[in-house]
């Protein structure tokens, strides 16, 4: 039970990060392990997170910077010819964002929903996917979602509410400047 409450922590103080982690310790990584003699899981993060201070290990992100769809890359497109930096396919919680968006040092996760992938029989978003949401959410990630058939009749009205969005608009209304 102990371990369970210590692993919740771990992965609390892990996910709340933004940017980045800054790690100090002052005993060798050995030592840390639980009272059972046992070895515990931070000092196998602490092993991983020397390995790549020490450039012994490199992760790869594959997907980093590839798009997933015509869509999503229609969409990107379309950000950055309005001035907004766009990654695509980013890494965060364990899933891939579509595309992390920043502009004026503001930083917004946009998921292109295509119908066949993200939309149940109902026409609603798939628990999957609100699960998904819920978990970046609370990671301290904004996201918002740009649905295919909104994109399809309107683009100039999507790209001008990721816009509204990454300024700090909290409502935005069709027609209003965004630009």
């Given at each position: 039970m102990e371990d369970d409450h210590i692993q919740g922590m771990l992965n609390v103080a892990f996910t709340r990060a933004r940017d980045e982690i800054h790690v100090f310790y002052s005993a060798p990584i050995d030592t840390f392990g639980k009272a059972s003699g046992t070895r515990a899981t931070i000092?196998?993060?602490?092993?991983?997170?020397?390995?790549?201070?020490?450039?012994?290990?490199?992760?790869?992100?594959?997907?980093?910077?590839?798009?997933?769809?015509?869509?999503?890359?229609?969409?990107?497109?379309?950000?950055?010819?309005?001035?907004?930096?766009?990654?695509?396919?980013?890494?965060?919680?364990?899933?891939?964002?579509?595309?992390?968006?920043?502009?004026?040092?503001?930083?917004?996760?946009?998921?292109?929903?295509?119908?066949?992938y993200h939309m149940d029989e109902h026409g609603e978003l798939k628990i999957e996917d609100v699960e998904r949401q819920a978990i970046l959410e609370r990671a301290g990630w904004s996201v918002l979602r740009i649905p295919y058939r909104k994109w399809q009749s309107d683009p100039e009205d999507e790209v001008a509410r990721v816009i509204a969005k990454l300024r700090g608009e909290e409502h935005y209304e069709k027609g209003s400047e965004a630009g």
């Open positions: 000092a196998d993060w602490l092993e991983h997170c020397e390995a790549v201070f020490e450039g012994k290990e490199v992760r790869e992100y594959p997907k980093l910077g590839k798009t997933d769809s015509e869509f999503e890359a229609e969409v990107g497109r379309a950000l950055r010819a309005s001035g907004v930096h766009v990654v695509h396919q980013y890494p965060s919680c364990g899933f891939s964002i579509d595309l992390v968006c920043e502009l004026d040092g503001n930083r917004l996760a946009v998921e292109c929903d295509g119908e066949i």
